[in-house]
């Protein structure tokens, strides 16, 4: 790391990633739960590429479901 001191958001930045990164099935049931009040980055960054995956995939077979019905 370079000689300048970490900023207190830096810090919590840093310690959220690795939280993410340690663990799994706890930030996916994170990132579902914040679809109701959170934003999408946070949404996102807590389901992991699988769960942004399959969150795309219902958008699609949703709408395509929709458009086919009206």
């Known amino acids: 790391m370079d000689s300048r001191q970490e900023t207190p958001e830096e810090k919590r ?3 959220r990633q690795k939280e993410l990164k ?3 099935f706890g930030t996916f049931n994170d990132g579902v739960n914040r679809a109701g009040n959170g934003n999408l980055p946070d949404l996102v960054g807590g389901m992991g590429w699988k769960g942004t995956g399959i969150l795309i995939l219902v958008l699609f077979i949703g709408y395509v ?4 019905l009206f």
């Open 13 to 15: 930045e840093r310690l």
């Open 22 to 24: 340690n663990n799994t």
């Open 65 to 68: 479901i929709y458009k086919i």
